[in-house]
């Protein structure tokens, strides 16, 4: 059994000035197929305070709250978006919570908006306010049954925030090895949102981060290899040092490498979605996936679909 999360708050509060890909219709359009497949919908509500500082400076919430009404070219921010941005990253605790607790529903998806992976420790960026995904990783790290999460971001950008935290919050904390990060993104040498060279194929942060740059374009073929050689050395690192599978997968579900979807160029389909939900599940029963991409509403609604006719399936 599998269960989602949403509220229509995420849709209606964030409301961009004028034509933005990062639009309200990216959620409606997801939950119109979702809410239709069985999954057990579940209550929203908003991040609480101390789950914030796990991820994030305790100086940031303060300066996110003071935007007006355009922060830069990629961000927007009105009046009532500090609401959707609290009801995302606590959607997505909520399902990590709910996941955990509950082995009979031990699988979800947040569709969540805005998305999160470029939210730097102290810094938004990338459509980016909080970053979901560290927020319900730490979350999930500060129950005394959960040592190990895996997170795959298979969005097609580079997920700079998740890093970012990730090396900024290690010192601090009592598990060692807690966290490993493995990213499918398009690089282009450097040139590809958002650049710098941050997204190079390598391993970093002590290996906790493990990076599959594509320069240009890229397939079913490509992220289906590249997931599974991960999955193999993890398990085989994981094996060295005494580690069984991981306690929950988070995955950072952007659909913009989809076919179709015009801002990735692209190609990865709706079965391949499926297929690498399916390698997932078959390494821990528990994952939960988290919106991030995508901006292409028929993609978004076909790639939902199969990630979710996965997810409900009782493998």
Not at 182 to 202: C, Q, W
Not at 220 to 226: Q, R
């Amino acid at each position: 059994m599998a269960c989602y999360v949403y509220d229509e708050l995420m849709s209606t509060a964030h409301i961009p000035q004028g034509h933005h890909v990062e639009r309200p219709e990216r959620v409606e359009c997801i939950y119109e197929v979702v809410s239709k497949m069985g999954l057990t919908r579940l209550p929203s509500r908003l991040v609480t305070i101390d789950e914030i500082h796990r991820a994030h400076g305790k100086k940031y919430l303060t300066k996110m709250g003071k935007h007006g009404s355009l922060a830069n070219s990629d961000m927007y921010w009105t009046h009532s978006s500090y609401l959707s941005v609290l009801l995302s990253a606590g959607c997505t605790c909520q399902m990590v919570n709910h996941i955990l607790d509950h082995p009979e529903c031990s699988r979800g998806f947040a569709i969540v908006r805005p998305p999160g992976h470029h939210a730097s420790y102290n810094k938004e960026s990338g459509f980016c306010w909080l970053n979901n995904i560290m927020i319900g990783a730490m979350s999930a790290l500060s129950r005394p049954n959960v040592n190990r999460v895996l997170i795959v971001d298979w969005d097609v950008h580079y997920h700079l925030g998740t890093a970012d935290i990730l090396a900024k919050v290690s010192d601090k904390k009592e598990k060692p090895d807690d966290i490993t990060v493995f990213s499918m993104h398009r690089f282009d040498n450097g040139e590809f949102f958002p650049g710098a060279g941050s997204g190079r194929t390598s391993v970093r942060h002590n290996g906790r981060v493990v990076n599959q740059g594509f320069n240009g374009p890229y397939g079913d073929k490509e992220v289906i290899t590249a997931l599974q050689g991960f999955l193999e050395d993890y398990e085989t690192v994981g094996t060295r040092l005494g580690h069984g599978p991981p306690d929950l997968i988070l995955v950072s579900c952007g659909f913009d490498a989809a076919e179709g979807d015009l801002l990735g160029g692209c190609h990865v389909t709706p079965a391949a979605y499926a297929v690498m939900t399916k390698m997932l599940v078959d390494v821990c029963p528990r994952v939960g996936m988290v919106l991030e991409g995508g901006y292409s509403l028929p993609v978004l609604q076909e790639c939902s679909r199969a990630v979710c006719d996965v997810l409900r399936l009782n493998v």
